[in-house]
């Protein structure tokens, strides 16, 4: 069966000129940036394009401060999002447990020996998790070590499987209330939206990464996709503008298929 509409899970960031994402190959997305920067916006915008793109992206969020993501559990099915911490670690555990048997599953595929669920055109799992460090910041320490032991499983693991992490925070500090630094070296797109001073950009970017020095304005900012990495500097961008009264219908359009069970082994293996 030829599937015509299949678009290489790629996805245009920028609002003037071609700047693809494919978000199962740089797969794991850090979404930096102050308050107001855009960082929200981007990440919605990533979402309803992962959901909307054949085949169809099952989103899963994590929104502990109630904002917009929060909103879309209206159109999404049951246990796809939280944002008090009982829901939190339910939905990981949950998030974890699918793509476990989306591992068992694959290794019971005839010929999928040496190949990823990229290569079989499987369903992406995203999970979009809004106010990362605000989060962990009112965890304890035995609480941040189940966080960071299932955050870790999702960005090591996932990988192969097309199952991912978009983590947005307003700084990507690594420690007690940040980012585990094995996770850190996980993302395959690192995204600062908005100004910032040197620190914390090299706190997004590491410390070989030159950055740019531009004045940004709300929804522009710079990133650094590891597939387009021949350069040490990051690359300035304008994101896709999102026209709030037109995205809930949008919305309501692309989640049309949003299905655990059905999108979690669902497969098209071309014969070779
Ligand atoms: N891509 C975009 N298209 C249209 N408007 C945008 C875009 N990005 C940012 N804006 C404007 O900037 C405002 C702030 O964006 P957003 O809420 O995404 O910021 P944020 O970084 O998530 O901030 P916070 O830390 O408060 O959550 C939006 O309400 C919107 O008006
Ligand atoms: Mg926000």
Same mark, same amino acid.
């Given at each position: 069966?030829? @599937?015509?509409?299949?678009?290489?899970?790629?996805?245009?960031?920028?609002?003037?000129?071609?700047?693809?994402?494919?978000?199962?190959?740089?797969?794991?997305?850090?979404?930096?940036?102050?308050?107001?920067?855009?960082?929200?916006?981007?990440?919605?915008?990533?979402?309803?394009?992962?959901?909307?793109?054949?085949?169809?992206?099952? %989103?899963?969020?994590?929104?502990?401060?109630?904002?917009?993501? $929060?909103?879309?559990?209206?159109?999404?099915?049951?246990?796809?999002?939280?944002?008090?911490?009982?829901?939190?670690?339910?939905?990981?555990?949950?998030?974890?447990?699918?793509?476990?048997?989306?591992?068992?599953? #694959?290794?019971?595929?005839?010929?999928?020996? /040496?190949?990823?669920?990229?290569?079989?055109?499987?369903?992406?799992?995203?999970? @979009? $998790?809004?106010?990362? /460090?605000?989060?962990?910041?009112?965890?304890? !320490?035995?609480?941040?070590?189940? +966080?960071?032991?299932? %955050?870790? *499983?999702?960005?090591?693991?996932?990988?192969?499987?097309?199952?991912?992490? %978009?983590?947005?925070? &307003?700084?990507?500090?690594?420690?007690?209330?940040?980012? *585990?630094?094995?996770?850190?070296?996980?993302?395959?797109?690192?995204?600062?939206?908005?100004?910032? !001073?040197?620190?914390?950009?090299?706190? !997004? #970017?590491?410390? *070989?990464?030159? +950055?740019?020095?531009?004045?940004?304005?709300?929804?522009?900012? &710079?990133?650094?996709?590891?597939?387009?990495?021949?350069?040490?500097? !990051?690359?300035?961008?304008?994101?896709?503008?999102?026209?709030?009264?037109?995205?809930?219908?949008?919305?309501?359009?692309?989640?049309?298929?949003?299905?655990?069970?059905?999108?979690?082994?669902? +497969?098209?293996?071309?014969?070779?």
């Amino acid at each position: 069966m030829a @599937i015509s509409f299949f678009n290489n899970y790629e996805i245009n960031l920028s609002e003037n000129s071609d700047l693809n994402w494919n978000y199962v190959k740089d797969i794991n997305a850090l979404i930096a940036g102050k308050r107001g920067s855009g960082k929200s916006f981007l990440g919605l915008m990533m979402t309803k394009s992962i959901a909307g793109n054949f085949p169809y992206g099952q %989103i899963f969020i994590v929104d502990f401060k109630r904002s917009d993501f $929060y909103r879309l559990s209206a159109l999404l099915p049951e246990r796809r999002v939280a944002s008090t911490k009982e829901e939190i670690f339910d939905l990981l555990e949950y998030y974890t447990k699918l793509m476990r048997q989306r591992i068992k599953f #694959f290794e019971t595929i005839p010929n999928s020996f /040496g190949k990823t669920a990229r290569d079989l055109k499987m369903p992406p799992f995203y999970l @979009i $998790y809004d106010e990362f /460090g605000s989060f962990t910041s009112k965890l304890d !320490t035995k609480e941040k070590k189940r +966080h960071d032991s299932l %955050i870790k *499983d999702i960005v090591l693991l996932g990988r192969q499987f097309n199952f991912g992490l %978009i983590a947005i925070m &307003q700084q990507a500090s690594v420690g007690n209330s940040g980012l *585990d630094s094995l996770v850190k070296e996980q993302f395959g797109l690192v995204v600062h939206m908005g100004n910032a !001073t040197s620190s914390a950009l090299r706190q !997004t #970017f590491g410390e *070989d990464i030159e +950055h740019q020095k531009f004045r940004f304005k709300n929804g522009q900012g &710079q990133l650094r996709l590891d597939s387009l990495s021949y350069s040490n500097m !990051t690359r300035p961008f304008t994101a896709k503008k999102l026209y709030p009264h037109l995205l809930w219908k949008d919305f309501e359009t692309n989640f049309y298929d949003q299905n655990d069970e059905k999108a979690l082994f669902d +497969h098209e293996l071309k014969e070779q």
